[in-house]
Nanobody
């Protein structure tokens, strides 16, 4: 059974940085692309970033491009999201998710229903 456990959320001020981590177990980690999504109450879950199984390709939402960096360690079975220059609009619950296969496309990376397993989420709050 796949388990994904996020950590690293918290309360920060605008302009600060934060690093989220997701520890995975229960599957061959490097065989699957991984993604980060976020959600605020009353809104749909929003794509943030994704990275391929080998870590050689990544995708970002326009809203975070240039500020966030996704990375993975296939030895430690972790995927991380480095978030810099945080803005109040980045406030959300952040989820990591396992994609269906090793690579996602420019379209499918963005689609939450293409991901099979999800973590429980970690809250990120950015104050102005």
């Amino acid at each position: 059974q796949v388990q994904l456990v996020e950590s690293g959320g918290g309360l920060v001020q605008a302009g600060d940085s934060l690093r989220l981590s997701c520890a995975a177990s229960g599957h061959t980690f490097g065989n699957y692309a991984m993604g980060w999504f976020r959600q605020v109450p009353g809104k749909e879950r929003e794509f943030v970033a994704a990275i391929s199984g080998p870590g050689d390709m990544s995708s970002y939402a326009d809203s975070v491009k240039g500020r966030f960096t996704i990375s993975r360690d296939n030895v430690k079975n972790t995927v991380s999201l480095e978030m810099n220059s945080l803005k109040p609009e980045d406030t959300a619950v952040y989820y990591c998710a396992q994609y269906k296969s090793v690579y996602c496309s420019a379209i499918t990376c963005f689609q939450a229903n293409r991901y099979d397993n999800w973590g429980q989420g970690t809250q990120v709050t950015v104050s102005s």
